[in-house]
Every structure is written in structure tokens, then in C-alpha cells.
Nanobody, 126 residues
Framework: QVHLVESGGGLVQAGGSLRLSCAAS????????MGWFRQAPGKEREFVAG????????NYADSVKGRFTISGDNAKNTVDLEMNNLKPEDTAAYYC???????????????????WGQGTQVTVSS
């Protein structure tokens, strides 16, 4: 059984910062890459950022480039998302995702992830 647990969500004013963290655990489990997605009410889930331990590749959605930074620890199966200069349109439930093996899909594709967390809410007030 693999579990992903997110933390760090909350309420912040526009222009503020938050740091999300995610830890993946499971017997004999290791991650190949991890990512963050988000879903706002009435909208589809969308890619935010992803990181692949192989080569240290990082991808970001255009909407968060320059404001969000993804980092992680391969050995600990953890990933963080530092979010700066937050905007009201960043308000959403944020989900951590993990792959245990390479897939023929870019980091931005939700279908490429096998495991998902329960989500943590981020609310940005104007």
C-alpha cells in the first residue's frame, strides 16, 4: 500500500507565500518522479509542477513559472512546492502525485502518475 500525504495548505493574502510538502511511503516503494496538480471548483485538474529524479528535470505550468519552485528528496520520496507571489487564481485543492517507474508521458500528464494524495487546500484572498 502506497500513501501520499500532503501538508502546508492554508489561507494567504495575495502576494503571500506558502510551502506545500508531500511524503510518499509504502513497503519497498520508491519514486521515479513526483508532481503537483491542482483543481479549482468547477474546473478540471491541471498540472502545476513536476520533478524527475533522473536527470533532475523540472517542469512548470506557464501560469506558475517564476513564482513556484518544486524540489524534493529522492531518497526520502518527498517533494515540496514553494509558492511565492500567490494570486487569487491559484486558489485550488493541490494534489501530490508519484510515479514509481518511467512512463512514456511527460511530467505534465496526470495519466502518467500511479499514486495520488488526498489534497490540501490553498486559498488566496484578494
Amino acid at each position: 500500500q502506497v500513501h501520499l500525504v500532503e501538508s502546508g495548505g492554508g489561507l494567504v493574502q495575495a502576494g503571500g507565500s506558502l510551502r506545500l510538502s508531500c511524503a510518499a511511503s509504502g513497503r519497498a516503494f520508491s519514486t521515479y518522479s513526483m508532481g503537483w496538480f491542482r483543481q479549482a471548483p468547477g474546473k478540471e485538474r491541471e498540472f502545476v509542477a513536476g520533478i524527475s529524479w533522473s536527470g533532475g528535470v523540472r517542469n512548470y505550468a506557464d501560469s506558475v513559472k517564476g513564482r513556484f519552485t518544486i524540489s524534493g528528496d529522492n531518497a526520502k520520496n518527498t517533494v515540496d512546492l514553494e509558492m511565492n507571489n500567490l494570486k487569487p487564481e491559484d486558489t485550488a485543492a493541490y494534489y501530490c502525485a508519484a510515479r514509481s517507474a518511467p512512463r512514456n508521458l511527460g511530467l505534465e500528464y496526470a495519466d502518467g502518475y500511479e499514486y495520488w494524495g488526498q489534497g490540501t487546500q490553498v486559498t488566496v484572498s484578494s
